[in-house]
T-cell receptor, first 115, second 115 residues
Framework: NAGVTQTPKFRVLKTGQSMTLLCAQD?????MYWYRQDPGMGLRLIHY???????AKGEVPDGYNVSRLKKQNFLLGLESAAPSQTSVYFC??????????????FGAGTRLSVL | AQSVTQLDSHVSVSEGTPVLLRCNYS??????LFWYVQHPNKGLQLLLK??????LVKGINGFEAEFKKSETSFHLTKPSAHMSDAAEYFC?????????????FGQGTILTVHP
């Protein structure tokens, strides 16, 4: 039981390049989330999904796109990377919302540097 | 609206002494509150959660937190620090006024444990 798996773990991009981060979960959770973590700012929500085929914007969605074609996978795309997108990206999952269902489980993170 | 303030960005203790990490929150709804821990280069792990049951919540690794509504606080404590407790800790509030379980993260407190 792997839980929440993020691929890749590290990546270096040049400005303007594109890439996709993959989040895969085997917990059968409905909700999935993408966060970015920057020093002194905690985690900020980029996009989220409340089920297969649905996505929505979080707090900092600009410059990112997402897709949830399968329940177990949530993809985060950067179409034209910028240095401001240098960050650590975390995927999380939860059963749903509500006081118990909203406990979120996190992947190990992807460290992205944009030069 | 909801917010979280972690009152200390860094806390330093000696091994075997008590740990206190302070967190104040605000929420328009009866909140759920969490503490997560992040060890270096790792993902976030849930330490404990408050979901309107008992106000004193016990978590993993000897940590506990007390929900005080009158003080809007949810401080994390441990009677005796261990070297393995050195990590960054996040206080998190979850509200239910949106279509998903929005989590708002504090800025984090780095705990250093000296031998």
């Amino acid at each position: 039981n792997a839980g929440v798996t993020q691929t890749p773990k590290f990546r270096v991009l040049k400005t303007g390049q594109s890439m996709t981060l993959l989040c895969a979960q085997d917990m059968n959770h409905e909700y999935m989330y993408w966060y970015r973590q920057d020093p002194g700012m905690g985690l900020r929500l980029i996009h989220y999904s409340v089920g297969e085929g649905t996505t929505a914007k979080g707090e900092v969605p600009d410059g990112y796109n997402v897709s949830r074609l399968k329940k177990q996978n949530f993809l985060l795309g950067l179409e034209s990377a910028a240095p401001s997108q240098t960050s650590v990206y975390f995927c999380a999952t939860s059963y749903g919302r509500g006081q118990v269902k909203n406990i979120q489980y996190f992947g190990a993170g992807t460290r992205l540097s944009v030069l | 609206a909801q917010s979280v303030t972690q009152l200390d960005s860094h806390v330093s203790v000696s091994e075997g002494t008590p740990v206190l990490l302070r967190c104040n929150y605000s929420s328009s709804y009866s909140p759920s509150l969490f503490w997560y821990v992040q060890h270096p280069n790792k993902g976030l792990q849930l330490l404990l959660k408050y979901t309107s049951a008992a106000t004193l919540v016990k978590g993993i690794n000897g940590f506990e937190a007390e929900f005080k509504k009158s003080e809007t606080s949810f401080h994390l404590t441990k009677p005796s620090a261990h070297m393995s407790d050195a990590a960054e800790y996040f206080c998190v509030v979850s509200g239910f006024g949106t279509s998903y379980g929005k989590l708002t993260f504090g800025q984090g407190t780095i705990l250093t444990v000296h031998p």
